[in-house]
């Protein structure tokens, strides 16, 4: 496979460490949950299911970089929680490779069929169809990625062999793994996946419900296809037997069918891409660009609330709910009009993130008032692009691990099958991404050309914001990121405001009630304080309370190694030496 090398070393910033400021405890901030926290000198990894983070950790232990670890969680994903990511699907990858003290960013998103057009979600009258008839089945299935991804680090960064990282995901898929209380509950509430003659077999028992929490469940089809890919490499997944039965699967829908070709699967091409990267006080905070709009509005949130003031350390008001409600309003309105992939679309990623544009944008927040709903701006480049990517559907079926390896390498990588369950397609053991469904449906707008149409061979916007930071003398300070759809860029946002502006350590800023905006109503996790939406109310904001499922995985640096932290809200862990 061609390497395609486009490096951007991390610019480091002249200046000097804040002093650190008491930090609110953890049970303050988390009220009743409980948050999977470790601390260790050396390495850590942070993943979405104990049996993954155990997976990584054994690599490490082998000697093994953060990228064989990442391999390793990976696949142990697929197995265990095969609603979120698996190889049947595109990842976004970040490494920071500490002896080249260079920033890579590998691109494995998904790519639409070389015969995709853009109506391919119209119904015959002109109206996009609706999300689930077009979610199930072969129509919505992008050409995976992940693995042409992870193979690419590899080659660069790997220290084991390619097959080590496959070995744990092998034996827990042919000796068996406890089904979690999770899967069991997703399983069960599925209204799609049961019509999969494969799918039904694995998971759900003879008389229709799903697998009961503790079963003992063996993917032998699994095994074997990772087996073939731990031999050959990925290229046993993009030809041969696998490659036949995700066409089959794809072309063969009975209701649905797609067009994906051997040819599509044959001619994917992980990228490698320029890292995002822009300061936040003394930090240098780097994300993923386009086709991922994560990178950009984690960075414009960050810097419209640096340009209302100085940092405030200390507990979360309703006031500073309001500020961070606003600022993200304002960069999800550039998000929705500017952001697409820069492969077809001229993107003005400067522009966006320029100090001087996000200061006007900061000034449109009234620190007593709410907007409302906010307008996009007119940053600098902006001249002569397409019209509004517009509104796309988020990725629900996500996952993110975060590593860093004894070495000082790190990885943040955030990978998706989309909606859980994906495209509800089983082959090979696996199931199939149904990435497409993050295009715009309507491929005009107003007699215009929406930027995040379908087109052949392109990737669709993400939401994902896997993120990397550096202090002030260009160390390594942390590693961040979350599934959750285009509520991604607050759950990410929102936990590196609270760490390193409010003070926050990883714990207490993950187990926080979340809050945010997505240009639309102000947004509560359900548990939130009653205050916040009274004073929130009270300023014009219209409050949608709502159950805000984050997987948030951090890892930042303090006195005695890394701390890592798991989200209480799904079953991660996080374990190091």
């Known amino acids: 496979m061609r390497r395609l090398l486009c490096i951007v070393a991390v610019l480091l910033l002249p200046a000097v460490m804040a002093p650190a400021q008491e930090r609110p405890a953890p049970e303050a901030a988390s009220g009743r949950r409980q948050a999977a926290e470790a601390v260790a000198r050396h390495e850590m990894v942070v993943a979405a299911n104990p049996l993954a983070t155990r997976a990584g950790l054994d690599i490490l232990r082998q000697g093994g970089s953060a990228i064989d670890a990442a391999i390793a969680v990976q696949m142990m994903l697929n197995l265990v929680e095969p609603q979120s990511s698996g190889i049947g699907g595109g990842a976004f990858i970040l490494y920071w490779d500490a002896g080249q003290k260079l920033l890579y960013a590998y691109d ?213 709910v309001h500020l961070y409600a606003e600022a993200a309003r304002l960069a999800f309105a550039d998000r929705d009009a500017y952001v697409a992939d820069q492969d077809f679309v001229r993107v003005p990623v400067d522009g966006l993130l320029d100090r001087a544009y996000l200061a006007r944008r900061a000034r449109l927040i009234d620190p007593a008032r709410s907007s409302g709903r906010a307008e996009p701006g007119d940053p600098p480049g902006r001249r002569g692009l397409a019209p509004p990517a517009g509104l796309g559907l988020p990725e629900r079926g996500t996952s993110h691990v975060s590593i860093v390896d004894r070495a000082g390498n790190a990885l943040a990588m955030t990978t998706t099958i989309e909606n859980a369950f994906g495209a509800r397609l089983m082959v090979a053991g696996f199931l199939l991404n149904n990435q497409l469904t993050d295009f715009s449906f309507l491929p005009e707008r107003d007699g215009r050309a929406v930027a995040n149409r379908v087109e052949p061979g392109k990737r669709p916007r993400s939401s994902m914001a896997p993120t990397i930071l550096f202090d002030a003398s260009g160390r390594l300070y942390g590693v961040a990121g979350s599934p959750g759809g285009s509520a991604i860029i607050n759950y990410v946002t929102r936990s590196l405001w609270l760490i390193l502006d409010r003070g926050y350590d990883p714990l207490a800023a993950i187990s926080l009630p979340h809050f945010g905006s997505r240009n639309g109503p102000t947004e509560l996790e359900t548990d939130a304080p009653a205050e916040w939406q009274a004073v929130l109310e009270a300023m014009g904001h219209t409050v949608r309370r709502l159950e805000m499922t984050s997987g948030l995985h951090v890892i930042i640096r303090g006195p005695q190694g890394w701390t890592g932290a798991a989200d209480p809200r799904r079953e991660g862990l996080a374990l190091g030496d």
């Open 108 to 320: 494995g998103r998904e790519t639409a069929p070389a015969a995709a057009r853009p109506d391919r979600f119209l119904q015959p009258d002109g109206r996009p169809m609706d999300f689930a008839a077009a979610v199930v089945g072969g129509r919505s299935v992008g050409v995976p990625g992940v693995l042409r991804a992870l193979e690419a680090a590899h080659r660069i960064h790997g220290r084991l062999d390619w097959a080590a990282g496959f070995q744990p995901a092998i034996a827990a898929a042919t000796a068996g793994f406890p089904v979690s209380p999770r899967l069991q509950r997703l399983l069960e509430i599925d209204p799609a996946l049961r019509r999969d003659p494969k799918a039904r077999a694995l998971f759900y028992t003879p008389d229709g419900p799903a697998l009961p929490a503790g079963t003992l469940l063996r993917n032998p089809e699994l095994a074997a296809t990772l087996q073939r890919i731990a031999a050959d490499g990925a290229d046993a997944f993009y030809r041969g037997p696998v490659a036949d039965a995700i066409v089959a699967a794809v072309r063969g829908h009975p209701d649905n069918p797609g067009d994906l070709t051997h040819a599509d699967l044959a001619d994917y091409r992980a990228t490698t891409r320029p890292p995002l990267c822009g300061s936040f006080r003394l930090m240098r905070v780097c994300g993923f660009g386009p086709p991922s709009s994560g990178g950009i509005a984690s960075l414009q949130i960050l810097g419209i609330l640096e340009a209302l003031g100085p940092a405030q350390p200390g507990p979360v008001t309703p006031e500073a």
